[in-house]
């Protein structure tokens, strides 16, 4: 067992960074205040260093992947995003050890750091979006048991049990719709606040982040033209929605009250969802471990009553 959650924490110019082991949000205040040189009675705010999502709640903090970088804010700070060197003088204004660290960071392909995830711990699979998983079952098999240290064959079955999945969820998305087309059908004048089919259209791969909203391209796209977002979105995602609000959701995506509210309750509700397995795999580790603990205990004594007994 480690004493907390590997983590990486900086502050807001992104020119200070340092690792983290820590059980805790509080504890992760407390440490990156330290580490980053704030005053122990300043207050701060932690976010997603990719998308200024506010962390406070514990259980959300225990569910985010391993080496998710964190950003300290002090009171008047804001998060931004980061924004590409130029190739001309940026780096001059930047620590030389952090620019290595980004370079590093911006030639990695997305599906390294999503298997350096599944490697660390198996569970954060629950926490991904149907995009990351794709990109997963995308990857080639060699180069993905590379990635995860496993046997060929277990990183096969892997990503075909991970397309199984995918082809289940939109069995289900399309079962749906074609209730809500039916229901339409024979009752023309019930109203449908739902997607429709024609309204359900392929999202390009857009990473940009918007700066007004704080949320990428590709994610605000899903969640205006796909049956069911919350289902489609990652953890951190589902998160940003949830802690923009009702008000705030409806301005981003020019949506009427009802319907913005009923797409906000449905994030908070796979959002907990995801919470609640991510809970109970912890539980079951932890059970798991407990039981290995006594076995290896009653074996221990065991072997001592023995050796007792033979003197």
């Not at 997305?110 to 990857?139: C, G, N, Y």
């Not at 998305?173 to 087309?181: F, G, H, V, W």
């Not at 951190?236 to 009250?257: H, N, T």
Request: hydrophobic content about 35%.
């Amino acid at each position: 067992m480690t004493d907390g959650k590997l983590c990486r924490v900086c502050n807001y110019t992104r020119q200070k960074s340092f690792g983290l082991a820590v059980p805790s949000v509080d504890e992760l205040k407390i440490k990156g205040r330290e580490s980053l040189g704030f005053s122990a009675s300043s207050s701060v705010t932690v976010v997603l260093e990719e998308d200024g999502t506010i962390v406070e709640d514990q259980a959300y903090f225990l569910c985010l992947p391993l080496n998710t970088k964190f950003m300290l804010l002090a009171e008047k700070e804001t998060w931004s995003p980061l924004k590409k060197l130029d190739g001309g003088t940026a780096w001059m204004a930047r620590d030389s050890v952090v620019m290595d660290t980004d370079v590093v960071d911006a030639i990695v392909p997305p599906w390294l750091d999503l298997a350096q995830r599944l490697k660390h711990d198996l569970a954060s699979v629950i926490l991904m979006s149907e995009a990351d998983l794709q990109t997963l079952i995308d990857v080639p098999c060699a180069d993905l048991t590379s990635a995860l240290g496993s046997e060929e064959k277990k990183t096969q079955e892997l990503q075909e049990t991970l397309q199984g999945y995918l082809d289940r969820k939109e069995e289900e998305r399309q079962s749906k719709e074609l209730l809500q087309l039916y229901l339409k059908t024979v009752n023309p004048g019930t109203e449908n606040q739902a997607e429709s089919v024609a309204g359900d259209v392929d999202v390009p791969d857009g990473m940009e982040v918007d700066s007004v909203s704080g949320f990428l391209s590709r994610t605000i796209m899903v969640l205006k033209g796909k049956t069911s977002p919350e289902t489609r979105l990652s953890t951190e995602d589902l998160q940003l929605v949830v802690s923009r609000g009702v008000d705030a959701m409806e301005q981003i995506l020019g949506w009427d009250g009802n319907r913005t509210s009923s797409l906000v309750e449905a994030c908070q509700a796979e959002l907990q969802k995801r919470l609640e397995q991510i809970q109970a795999v912890q539980c079951i580790r932890s059970n798991s471990q407990t039981d290995h603990s006594q076995a290896q205990n009653s074996t221990s004594t065991g072997q001592d009553t023995a050796a007792q007994g033979d003197q």
